[in-house]
């Protein structure tokens, strides 16, 4: 990395939940303004918890642990920049110095943005944010940085008869006087106050309705001084997708990284407007809740066998059989990956008497990859497989809910695509689209109108080949906009067969990926 830039969230209050809005139905009928509020999941509620939740101690000992990774993925040319506010900045400036050696130390940076002036208790009103930055050697990256000259400072000017800027300039070593023109300067000099940047307006075009949103021109400044064209950046909190969006403008490679799914889809939504936006992936790394949820469910009910991988064993074994029982599905033994057989759907695939008359496997699982679902369940259908993906819910790791009964297990979302051709033309329709009801209140469900409520965007690769998807065309909903299109035309240059990709992104950021075979002659 050749620059990293962090905002990290402390003790905020925050715990990934947010508010999403269900827009209207296509055919104007009003939906009467809905919105609810998208609880955590369990990776986000123990990330919360971990961090957050003892006080200050655990979360410094994260940060300690945040910064050393860091530092190491630092180029020896890099810079990192970590934006904190007046609750950590004196805390963090340490473990920076012991982190980065107080020798690397570059500045302390001073955002004065504009705020409304309230009375507060006792002590002046906050209205800045402290950036500290270090870089990792003696040879990192810097280009200064320049804004336009004051009107006190061009008061000390002189103007010509055409208009222009100009003063006189004495030349001590050649004894004489010259004349500087104004535009001849690159600007004033930016130093460690950045007074000139107001945070984001709220009804700027840049505007993400993210609670801690960072105006463009703040990142612009930090991506410009620090790095070059082509450099690659890395922001591990991204938030609303700000130093990805610049960095895309400003021609940087970049990765950013976020907990939450809403920072995610949010970031990604963002990127899809910049214009012509290059490629790139979206990835979802696994969750870690099961592992920990079942660690300590089921170590006191295991009886140790040979050694640690003896106990591991028996608590998988342990934790299978109580996602059996929920599941009222029968335990399978002599398989590797079939654990159970759902006897009353008769779903297991099998032979001789009484075996089910059709092939079917659920998967069950806390989480799938972005796009697992329909790509399998497609490969499954060619082999006359019924394969369904159900998510297990958050209410498995509440006692008085599986006491209750209280589980059930959902089928991920389900996307139908109509395709139509004509010589060289083709033309996509979404014709349906079904999302798990789990995270959605009932009052909500009922009140939708039409199944095109539940997407907030979708786009399409005309020509997949295997590789990252190739954002061709997207219509997505905007403030200006909030209709959306459910078909599109395409004309390709030649007859052929291509395979394309349409991924829906629903108003909750979960992704669908449906790939459809479409033959031009």
């Not at 059996?324 to 029968?330: D, E, G, P, T």
């Not at 059930?408 to 009801?437: Q, R």
């Amino acid at each position: 990395m050749n620059l990293i830039y962090i905002d990290p969230p402390f003790d905020t209050g925050a715990d990934f939940s947010f508010t999403a809005a269900v827009p209207d139905a296509p055919d104007d009928q009003d939906a009467g303004s809905l919105a609810f509020t998208k609880e955590p999941s369990i990776i986000e509620q123990k990330a919360y918890r971990d961090t957050w939740g003892r006080g200050l101690d655990s979360y410094l000992q994260w940060f300690y642990e945040t910064v050393t990774i860091l530092h190491d993925l630092l180029a020896e040319n890099g810079s990192i920049y970590v934006h904190l506010d007046w609750r950590m900045m004196h805390y963090g400036k340490v473990i920076l110095d012991e982190v980065f050696a107080k020798e690397c130390f570059l500045n302390e940076i001073v955002w004065a943005y504009f705020a409304f002036k309230r009375s507060t208790a006792k002590k002046f009103p906050q209205k800045h944010d402290i950036i500290i930055s270090y870089h990792k050697s003696e040879k990192w990256i810097w280009n200064t940085q320049f804004k336009p000259h004051k009107g006190e400072y061009l008061k000390r000017w002189k103007v010509d008869a055409d208009g222009q800027y100009y003063r006189d300039d004495v030349n001590p070593t050649k004894g004489g006087t010259r004349v500087i023109y104004l535009d001849e300067l690159e600007g004033d000099i930016v130093d460690s106050v950045w007074d000139d940047i107001p945070p984001v307006n709220p009804v700027a075009a840049e505007r993400q309705n993210y609670p801690t949103q960072k105006p463009e021109a703040l990142l612009e400044r930090i991506v410009k001084a620090s790095s070059n064209e082509d450099d690659l950046i890395l922001d591990c909190f991204s938030g609303s997708g700000t130093t990805a969006a610049v960095a895309e403008k400003l021609n940087r490679r970049w990765i950013a990284c976020d907990l939450g799914r809403f920072a995610v889809h949010t970031t990604r939504k963002r990127l899809l407007n910049v214009e012509n936006v290059r490629p790139f992936v979206v990835q979802n790394l696994g969750k870690y809740e099961r592992q920990h949820w079942q660690t300590g469910q089921f170590a006191a009910s295991a009886e140790p066998l040979a050694g640690a991988q003896g106990l591991l064993l028996k608590q998988q074994q342990a934790y299978i059989d109580f996602m059996l029982k929920l599941y009222h599905a029968q335990p399978l033994t002599g398989r590797t990956l079939l654990h159970g057989v759902k006897v009353e759907f008769k779903r297991a695939m099998g032979t001789g008497k009484g075996a089910p008359t059709t092939n079917g496997v659920d998967l069950l699982g806390w989480d799938f990859a972005f796009e697992v679902n329909e790509v399998a369940r497609q490969q499954a259908e060619r082999a006359n497989l019924d394969l369904r993906f159900l998510r297990i819910p958050r209410e498995v790791m509440e006692k008085k809910a599986v006491d209750q009964g209280d589980v059930k297990f959902f089928e991920l979302a389900a996307l139908e695509v109509a395709v139509k051709t004509k010589k060289l033309d083709a033309a996509l329709s979404l014709t349906n689209f079904i999302i798990p009801p789990d995270d959605v209140p009932e009052e909500v469900r009922k009140a939708v109108t039409h199944w095109s409520q539940w997407i907030d965007y979708w786009a399409v690769d005309w020509n997949h080949g295997g590789d990252a998807f190739h954002n061709e065309w997207q219509s997505f909903r905007t403030r200006k906009q909030p209709k959306l299109e459910l078909s599109v035309p395409h004309t390709y240059e030649k007859a052929g067969e291509y395979n394309v990709v349409v991924k829906v992104i629903d108003i909750l950021g979960n992704d669908t990926t449906k790939t459809v075979k479409v033959v031009v002659k």
